[in-house]
């Protein structure tokens, strides 16, 4: 995803993938403890998507 897509999104549609997104990571973390990881590189396109979220939101947050 990105930022320019996000910036369309609703505030509440953004909490949501902001959710999504952090309970994903939370199953990869659990996943790569138990060895059955099987997309290393999935861990760090997640964290992005969440800074990118939290980029967005913190901008709108800037424009009130």
Known sequence: MRARELRDIREEELQVRLG??????????????????????????????????LTVQNERRGER
């Open 20 to 53: 999504d997104a952090r309970q994903e990571l939370f199953n990869l973390h659990f996943q790569s403890a138990t060895g059955a990881l099987e997309n290393a590189a999935r861990v760090r396109q997640v964290k992005r998507d969440i800074a990118r979220i």
